[in-house]
């Protein structure tokens, strides 16, 4: 879907893609929507990165966009908000209402329109009003990632996974 609703954005885009092939099937098609992109939108395909520069890497970008069929978490969409990065993401996860906290979009896979027009704004949007959604979505990030209930959840979670009670102090 990413490079589906990129065919009709406005603007010069960079689409940098991480991460390791695993589906050389499913690549070759990425590869066809690729080559049938405009002029006006650049693909670069990076392969993974270690752990350690996720974030440094994705701070360097103005929006993550994930329109993912669906995720029981979204570490990944956590690591963008850690770096200050919105996201534009699908309503599959649980991360929601992402606009009205001004640190992103989740958008239903059925609507490209919606995608579309979000890519859109973001590429019309000022370097003030960005910097704006990015420290919200920093300071969003850093809230979650410090937070006992989050935690708590976590480690009940974690505990249940492999057959054990979990134990708090």
């Not at 003030?128 to 979650?144: C, E, P, Q, V």
């Amino acid at each position: 879907m990413a490079f589906r609703v990129l065919h009709r954005v406005a603007g010069s885009i960079e689409f940098n893609i991480y991460g390791p092939l695993s589906d050389a099937v499913y690549w070759s098609e990425c590869e066809r929507e690729m080559a049938s992109l405009p002029s006006n939108v650049r693909v670069r395909f990076h392969g993974p990165i270690d752990h350690q520069q996720v974030q440094e890497v994705i701070s360097q970008h103005h929006l993550f966009l994930m329109p993912t069929l669906g995720e029981n978490f979204g570490y990944a969409i956590l690591e963008s908000f850690l770096a200050g990065c919105p996201a534009l993401i699908s309503n599959r996860t649980p991360w929601r209402d992402l606009d009205q906290k001004k640190i992103g979009w989740d958008l239903p896979l059925d609507r490209p329109d919606l995608f579309e027009a979000v890519l859109n704004e973001c590429v019309n949007m000022d370097e003030g009003l960005w910097n704006i959604w990015s420290m919200n979505a920093r300071k969003f990030g850093a809230a979650h990632a410090t937070s006992l209930q989050v935690l708590q959840e976590n480690r009940v979670l974690f505990h249940s996974a492999v057959g054990g009670q979990a134990r708090f102090t």
